[in-house]
């Protein structure tokens, strides 16, 4: 065998060891079922979720509940202007939201960050660059998550609120174990539905009633500020939410005991 080949054969066997290294730990996709305007169950391989300070709906109320609540959280990577349009409405109908941001909005988009605080809502933590964690090592989630609490921080002034969210929802007890440590509460959803594409973008009728119908007390509902559909029937629905009783909640009080 020539020296050239016992390299080949050699760096195949570095680079498999480091790829199964990688994926011994099999992340899990959140995943919730959808019951109509009853409130989801989860499976019992989720719950463990909650043994690491997670949320994913308001265990305060119930489908009998005379306090009926909804929480708007939206994953916000990059403004094509829609995030803007979604503000306006929030602030026209006064209604608070948590925003949950990577380091490139951040960075490009400042003013809009800083607006965000300003008027009320929570800004939260989604890694800085989307990657998934349960590739990543203990070290490197610490570092992803920590850098952009100190980006926050330099371009905004403010300290970053201590809730998370894992992209795409992909999840390990490692990754939740690391994220509890480091003082976060990680906010899961009871609803979410096709809306991030800005290439197929869901028309808006059909965006309406699949969202209504699937309303339920303590929902955490998530969104994509870069939608133009969830831009334009924002106001539709919290005026619907509203008029079917539901009032609107902060992440601290979703996260009560």
Known sequence: MTKSILKFVASFILISI???SVSAEEGVSWYVKRSGNARPAIDENQRII???NGYYIDKNVSDTSAEKIIYLTFDAGYENGNVEKIMDTLKEKNVP???FVLDNIIIKNTDLIKRMEAEGHT???HTRNHKDLTKCTDEEIKSNVLRLEEIYKEKTGYDMAKYFRFPEGKYSERSLKVISDLGYKTIFWSFAYADWDNDNQPPLD??????LDNTHNGEVILLHPNSETNAKILPTLIDKWR???Y???TLDRLTRA
């Open 18 to 20: 480091f790829a199964c």
């Open 243 to 245: 008029e079917m009783g």
């Open 50 to 52: 909650e043994k690491y």
């Open 247 to 249: 009032e609107f909640g």
């Open 97 to 99: 939201a948590a925003f």
């Open 123 to 125: 800004v939260c933590n």
């Open 206 to 211: 059909t965006s309406i009633k699949k969202i």
